[in-house]
């Protein structure tokens, strides 16, 4: 049940960021002066609509988007005849820009004030934390009983016995690289013999040898809540992942943490978004049965899932911070300078701009405004590379998930 509301509560998340988004272009656009003809949250069948001044506002049977339809987007709209001194490729180019940026510059607020929230509830985490697993040594090697629970245990473990102390940085297991905490566990679990950790401890390497202890678990059954009746053995050395406890502001101290979290995640943002070309890999790697890698993108579904996912636990904090990064990213993807997106658009605008005062220069009047139709098989082509990444991410999403938790 927990999964679910939380399921449907991201996807509404992520419809409001959407709606907010095109909200951005619209608020901008009648405030100077443009006509805003329609402004539609869903696509579809219309399930009702209303008309306040200049502008039909509604909602339609799926909430997949929406869209603000503005008068003369460009010299091929069809416009009243007393729409025409409004058309929008008719304005100033600083309108232009402007109304264009509006629905970027939304998401990036919103992002922000989730991330004021996340202050504020529940704390920011480090960003800067180190990628591998930093431990601590937990003591004994409990096995485990039927019902899941711990069985009672003494005396030290074998990561205490061999020397492993807090804070030690796990950077590979029997030489082989270990970037979270799933690969730490996963590694050391199938191991038989001595497992040999190499460990950053004060800035030093150390190769530390550990004799695992076998133990009973009684692990779920693949998608299911029962646990498997007979046990399985796997190695344990006692230890426990060290986390980085996030950091609670006031409201006030929130702002100034808020806006150097947000620079921080601005720029982690734009590097994922630089890397997405090279995840077609990784993705298809997932699809065709190989292991996902939980730094390539996901769908709408997959983002979902995984809203669900944190709800299911508690962690609404991390439901915030996910929702606050697909904010960020919604508006850093749009400013990449390709028709259909707001940075095609903007690139129209400022190459338009560029052209006049060129033309202006040799004493020539001001150019006609692009020819759209010249633009669209470019066009076309970033829809459709567009549209087969976004449907691998989304049979990636189903065939083979992201799992944050083990």
């Known amino acids: 049940m927990g999964f679910a509301i939380g399921f449907v509560l991201f996807a509404l998340g992520i419809t409001v960021s959407v709606a907010l988004h095109e909200c ?17 949250v869903g696509f579809g069948p219309k399930i009702f609509s209303f008309r306040r001044g200049d502008t039909e506002y509604g909602l339609k049977a799926l909430p997949l988007g929406g869209f603000c339809d503005i008068a003369g987007m460009t010299a091929l709209d ?5 729409d025409v001194d409004r058309a929008m490729y008719r304005q100033a180019t600083w ?3 402007l109304v264009m940026s509006g629905g970027i510059l939304m998401n990036f607020f919103l992002g922000f004030l989730l991330i004021v929230l996340l202050a504020v509830a529940w704390g920011l985490p480090r960003l800067d934390a180190p990628p591998e697993t930093q431990i601590i040594p937990a003591g004994c090697v409990a096995p485990q009983n039927p019902d899941g629970s711990a069985a009672p245990c003494t005396g030290e473990g074998p990561a205490q016995v061999a020397g492993l102390r807090r804070g030690d940085l796990v950077k590979a ?3 082989v690289p270990v970037k979270s905490w799933n690969d730490f566990r996963k590694i050391t679990e199938t191991q038989s013999g001595p497992i040999l950790y190499t460990v950053e401890r004060d800035g030093q390497k150390l190769d530390i040898s550990v004799m695992p202890e076998r133990v009973a678990t009684y692990p779920l059954k693949p998608d299911s809540d029962e646990r498997v009746t007979e046990p399985v053995y796997v190695s344990k050395v006692g230890v426990g992942q060290d986390f980085y406890p996030p950091t609670k502001y006031g409201l006030l101290p929130a702002i100034p943490a808020s806006i150097s979290f947000t620079g921080e995640m ?5 590097q994922s978004l630089a890397q997405m ?6 993705l298809w790697h997932a699809v065709t049965g190989g292991e996902r890698d939980a730094d390539t993108p996901v769908s709408v579904y997959g983002a979902s899932k995984i809203g669900g996912e944190t709800a299911e636990r508690g962690l609404w904090g991390v439901f915030v911070l996910v929702l606050a990064s697909l904010n960020f990213f919604l508006g850093a993807f749009n ?23 060129l033309r202006g220069r040799k004493g020539l009047p001001p150019g006609a405004p692009v020819y759209y139709m010249k633009l669209l098989p470019a066009t076309y082509v970033v829809v459709v590379i567009g549209g087969a990444y976004m449907i691998l991410t989304l049979v990636a999403d189903i065939v083979n998930p992201i799992k944050l938790f083990p």
């Open 24 to 40: 951005g272009h619209m608020w901008t656009a009648q405030a100077t002066g443009m006509k805003v003809r329609r402004y539609f």
């Open 78 to 82: 069809e416009l009243e005849p007393e």
């Open 95 to 97: 309108k232009r820009l």
């Open 173 to 175: 297991i029997n030489g």
């Open 266 to 270: 601005f720029a982690k943002t734009f």
């Open 277 to 282: 070309p090279t995840k077609v890999v990784n």
């Open 335 to 357: 400013i990449l300078p390709l028709l259909p997106l707001d940075g095609g658009h903007i690139a129209v605008v400022l190459y338009e701009k560029v052209r006049n005062v």
